[in-house]
């Protein structure tokens, strides 16, 4: 039996990102991963915060802290009030807790979406996330991760602590929330076109111009560079870092998308009525890359086949 070297406090344990943490706990053995869920712990309320982490059995070395309320461009359009209001609860509790309860090292999930819509240049780099206003679509949940990457600093310099805020683009993979309506674009599509191939004149609509780049990272990759600036210390300071691969545009993701579904693409209709939301949100891997050169990202290709392959095994019990 190992001496279990550090305790790991996941929240969002059950999220995209924390079910792949999960399924690659294993490859660190000697740290005790704890995936915190919804039901063990409310995390916008501060009371139910301080009685879960005051308990004997709920001390932590670390934390992973992905839990948020997210969504994708059409419910972000909806709830930018909630998407603000209860994101900075969650974030504020989570540090506060941090601090009384001596968590001295931890990972912070921000997005990339939080970044300027107008920036004074591409691609965007780790200084740049306070250059200019968010796209209005979802400022609520830009400013509340915003403040988030505030306070990490403050908390550093003030405290010592070693916070360290990491940078997705858009994720997707398994695990993820299916919703068709809050979903993000991967799995809303997915979803959305699965139930169309099992009718005989299936319409495949895809929504906005399909102009838009993004950037696509699968979440099991993230969840190995989590583990590994957390444990491996080859990151040596605590500055945000950005995890991002290649861009492509809506319209060549959903080619590929449909590929991997054997749905042709010609049988996509665009429907032009619908939000683009931001047109382009590039931004820059080049620190990832000189701390980790030999990561090898998973191509957006072999992604959507894998997440179409969970997708279809675990229709009974996915998130949607
Ligand atoms: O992932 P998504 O919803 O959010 O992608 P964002 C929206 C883009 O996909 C827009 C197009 O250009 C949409 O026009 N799209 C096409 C669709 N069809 C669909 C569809 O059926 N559903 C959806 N959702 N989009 C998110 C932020 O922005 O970025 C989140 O809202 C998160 O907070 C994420 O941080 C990283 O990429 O626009």
Same mark, same amino acid.
């Given at each position: 039996?190992?001496?279990?070297?550090?305790?790991?406090?996941?929240?969002?344990?059950?999220?995209?990102?924390? *079910?792949? %943490?999960?399924?690659?706990?294993?490859? =660190?053995?000697?740290?005790?991963?704890?995936?915190?869920?919804?039901?063990? +712990?409310?995390?916008? #309320?501060?009371?139910?915060?301080?009685?879960?982490?005051?308990?004997?059995?709920?001390?932590?070395?670390?934390? %992973?802290?992905?839990?948020?309320?997210?969504?994708?461009?059409?419910?972000?359009?909806?709830?930018?009030?909630?998407?603000?209001?209860?994101?900075?609860?969650?974030?504020?509790?989570?540090?506060?807790? +941090? !601090?009384?309860?001596?968590?001295?090292?931890? %990972?912070?999930?921000?997005?990339?979406?939080?970044?300027?819509?107008?920036? #004074?240049?591409?691609?965007?780099?780790?200084?740049?996330?306070?250059?200019?206003?968010?796209?209005?679509?979802?400022?609520?949940?830009?400013?509340?991760?915003?403040?988030?990457?505030?306070?990490?600093?403050?908390?550093?310099?003030? /405290?010592?602590?070693?916070? %360290?805020?990491?940078?997705?683009?858009?994720?997707?993979?398994?695990?993820?929330?299916f919703?068709i309506?809050?979903?993000?674009?991967?799995?809303a599509i997915m979803n959305r076109f699965h139930g169309e191939k099992a009718k005989k004149d299936g319409k495949f609509t895809v929504y906005?111009?399909?102009?838009? =780049?993004?950037?696509?990272?699968?979440?099991?990759?993230?969840?190995?560079?989590?583990?590994?600036?957390?444990?491996?210390?080859? =990151?040596?300071?605590?500055?945000?870092?950005? +995890?991002?691969?290649?861009?492509?545009?809506?319209?060549?993701?959903v080619?590929?998308l449909a590929? *991997?579904m054997d749905i042709s693409v010609d049988k996509l209709e665009w429907d032009?009525?619908?939000?683009?939301?931001?047109? !382009? !949100?590039?931004?820059?891997?080049?620190?990832?890359?000189?701390? /980790?050169?030999?990561?090898?990202?998973? #191509?957006?290709?072999?992604?959507?086949?894998?997440?179409y392959?969970?997708f279809c095994?675990?229709r009974?019990?996915?998130?949607?």
């Amino acid at each position: 039996r190992f001496f279990i070297i550090m305790r790991i406090a996941v929240t969002g344990g059950n999220g995209l990102v924390g *079910s792949s %943490i999960k399924a690659i706990a294993h490859q =660190y053995p000697e740290h005790e991963f704890v995936f915190l869920k919804r039901s063990d +712990c409310e995390l916008a #309320s501060r009371m139910a915060v301080m009685t879960f982490f005051s308990s004997a059995y709920n001390r932590f070395d670390c934390i %992973i802290h992905l839990a948020a309320k997210v969504g994708g461009l059409f419910m972000n359009l909806d709830s930018n009030v909630e998407m603000f209001s209860e994101n900075i609860k969650i974030n504020e509790n989570i540090l506060f807790a +941090c !601090k009384k309860y001596g968590i001295k090292r931890g %990972i912070f999930c921000l997005s990339s979406c939080i970044y300027p819509c107008n920036p #004074s240049r591409f691609p965007m780099d780790e200084s740049m996330i306070h250059e200019s206003p968010p796209h209005p679509s979802n400022e609520g949940y830009a400013y509340a991760k915003r403040m988030l990457e505030v306070q990490c600093r403050q908390h550093n310099k003030a /405290y010592g602590t070693e916070y %360290i805020c990491v940078v997705p683009v858009n994720l997707y993979g398994p695990y993820d929330n299916f919703s068709i309506k809050n979903g993000h674009v991967i799995p809303a599509i997915m979803n959305r076109f699965h139930g169309e191939k099992a009718k005989k004149d299936g319409k495949f609509t895809v929504y906005g111009t399909g102009r838009p =780049y993004r950037q696509f990272l699968y979440a099991p990759d993230f969840a190995k560079i989590i583990c590994d600036v957390l444990l491996d210390k080859k =990151y040596d300071n605590t500055e945000p870092l950005i +995890c991002c691969n290649d861009e492509t545009t809506i319209k060549e993701m959903v080619g590929t998308l449909a590929e *991997s579904m054997d749905i042709s693409v010609d049988k996509l209709e665009w429907d032009t009525s619908k939000s683009d939301g931001c047109m !382009k !949100k590039t931004v820059d891997n080049s620190k990832l890359c000189k701390y /980790y050169p030999e990561f090898k990202f998973t #191509s957006l290709q072999d992604g959507l086949k894998e997440t179409y392959k969970w997708f279809c095994d675990n229709r009974e019990t996915l998130r949607q």
